[in-house]
């Protein structure tokens, strides 16, 4: 299998390096690129990732603009203390890991998240999935037997076109069924709505 490109973006440079000098030591991974969150666009259409290691240190708010610019690539992000595990993955981010994570782990996160998988730290995601949480004003019953099918290629990491093309709709009722997903589980992105329908008993991480 061939090493897996990952972009490393981080608003501190030393940190940026220090990373990036771990990531360069592991076999299933090749460092095509890092940047701070302005070079961001330029830093993608250079790089052409297949996954973006971002590193907010200790501000997750500017999530939102920066999974919008990284667009095609999944982005994982290290959670630091001050980083809010919600607000990254609202702001759509495919995975999360402590910022103390071993290298190797680090690397197999980077290699999960760019082969469309969902990644939590296991406290985390436990802590999420030890109660279901009440369903919302529509309630998990509402979603319809397509939708459960939909939520299924979602959890696979498909976007719409892979749907429609699993499914044999089109791509504009793939989209429907994705955005009905999201408003009946009160999700704000993809990510978010995985995690909820997980918590939910609706899917299995």
Not at 135 to 147: H, Q, V, Y
Not at 162 to 182: C, E, G, M, Q
């Amino acid at each position: 299998m061939d090493p897996v490109r990952v972009l490393l973006l981080g608003d501190d440079p030393l940190a940026r390096g220090g990373l990036a000098a771990l990531l360069e030591r592991e076999p299933s991974l090749v460092l095509a690129g890092e940047s701070g969150p302005d070079g961001v666009v330029q830093a993608l259409q250079a790089a052409r990732p297949e996954v973006v290691c971002w590193d907010p240190g200790g501000d997750g708010e500017p999530a939102g603009r920066l999974v919008a610019a990284s667009a095609p690539a999944p982005v994982l992000a290290l959670l630091g203390a001050g980083a809010s595990a919600a607000v990254l993955l609202r702001g759509g981010v495919r995975g999360l890991v402590a910022r103390q994570e071993r290298p190797a782990s680090l690397a197999a996160a980077l290699s999960a998240v760019a082969h469309g998988h969902a990644v939590l730290p296991a406290t985390l995601a436990t802590g999420w999935l030890r109660t279901p949480a009440p369903p919302g004003p529509d309630g998990p019953d509402a979603l319809t037997a397509r939708e459960r099918e939909v939520l299924a290629l979602l959890a696979e990491g498909l976007g719409n076109k892979a749907i429609a093309a699993r499914l044999d709709i089109s791509d504009h009722t793939a989209k429907f069924h994705v955005n009905a997903i999201l408003s009946k589980l009160g999700a704000g992105s993809r990510a978010e709505a995985i995690v909820l329908a997980a918590r939910r008993g609706l899917i299995l991480l």
